[in-house]
């Protein structure tokens, strides 16, 4: 029997404009967008849909993404899209959650918005880095960084697909590693442009700092399960939700891991949903033969509706 993921891009897939046909077309969309302006006391339309560089800001970014996943996935309900399955990419995760029933929509917004504050301020500006590893295996990868010992700091920071590796921590540390990971046969690396270490140990303060916000949120039990980023298994009991989201900030991305997971699980139809085709190139590394469908408009609504409802 076919099964059906959505799955949820993270930070890095935003951009100016994103949404805005579906703020245009879709009341519920509007409502979402409407409302997480009015919780978050920020201008969401103008975030979202305008060009300026507040959403590159990680402390706005997390919450534009997340609100405008959100009302492209209420849309696509509407319409009479259903999941059996979902995850996201780190930040994509907290979509995940809402869409499997276990979060409210605001919640999840409110959340994230916090959650993007500490991620950017926990480390001072400058301190924390993170490095792209192209064309080098994660265990040649997991050695490297082993033998720099634990003092230097550096680990992985995101298991995206095979060739794909992240590597977090702070900075020279960082720049130090990229070097030796280049002698031992990575065919690039590249120091991205981030505001800090992200899902490094040196945001465990932020991680404990969060999750004394989820103690303010009242949590649902799943419709669906969802697969966490954590451990790459599906999460059917709501209660593990807010242990797994502390530990996210500071834990490794098992990416990868989490789709295999979910193919071997009987999911043939991926939909991504958001900006971008980030998930999508990464699946079909992982896996050529998954079936993978876009959501990122209007028009990608009608149409992956239409084939799939």
């Known amino acids: 029997m076919s099964k059906i993921a959505w799955i949820y891009p993270g930070q890095g897939a935003q951009k100016a404009g994103m949404g805005a046909d579906f703020y245009e077309r ?25 060009e300026n560089e507040k959403l590159d800001l990680t402390e706005y970014t997390q919450a534009a993404l997340v609100t405008t996943c959100l009302a492209m996935t209420r849309a696509a309900e509407e319409r009479g899209l259903k999941a059996d399955i979902t995850a996201g990419l780190s930040l994509g995760e907290y979509s995940a959650i809402a869409c499997a029933g276990g979060m409210d929509d605001l919640d999840a917004i409110r959340l994230v918005r916090k959650r993007g504050i500490l991620m950017q301020n926990t480390v001072p500006a400058g301190e924390g880095g993170m490095c792209a590893v192209m064309g080098l295996d994660a265990s040649k990868i997991e050695e490297v ?19 794909q590796i992240v590597i977090t921590g702070k900075t020279a540390a960082v720049q130090e590693a990229s070097v030796l990971l280049k002698e031992a046969g990575a065919k690039r690396v590249m120091m991205l442009n981030v505001s800090g270490p992200f899902h490094s140990p040196l945001l465990v303060p932020a991680g404990e700092e969060l999750a004394k916000e989820l103690e303010t949120v009242n949590l649902h039990p799943l419709n669906i399960p969802y697969v966490t980023n954590v451990t790459a298994r599906k999460v059917e009991d709501i209660g593990e939700t807010k242990e797994l989201l502390r530990s996210q900030v500071s834990s490794p991305v098992r990416w990868m891991q989490s789709m295999e997971y979910m193919i071997k699980e ?3 139809t991926f939909v991504e949903i958001g900006p971008g085709k980030t998930l999508a190139g990464f699946l079909k590394k992982i896996d050529r033969s998954a079936k993978v469908c876009n959501i990122a408009s209007w028009e990608d609504m009608e149409r992956v509706t239409q084939e799939l409802v």
């Open 26 to 50: 879709s009341e519920t969309a509007r409502a979402i967008y409407d409302r997480a302006g009015e919780i978050l006391g920020l201008d969401m339309k103008a975030l979202c849909f305008e």
């Open 145 to 163: 960084l082993e033998h720099m010992g634990e003092d230097a700091c550096v680990t992985i920071a995101n298991y995206n697909c095979p060739g």
């Open 266 to 268: 009987g999911v043939d």
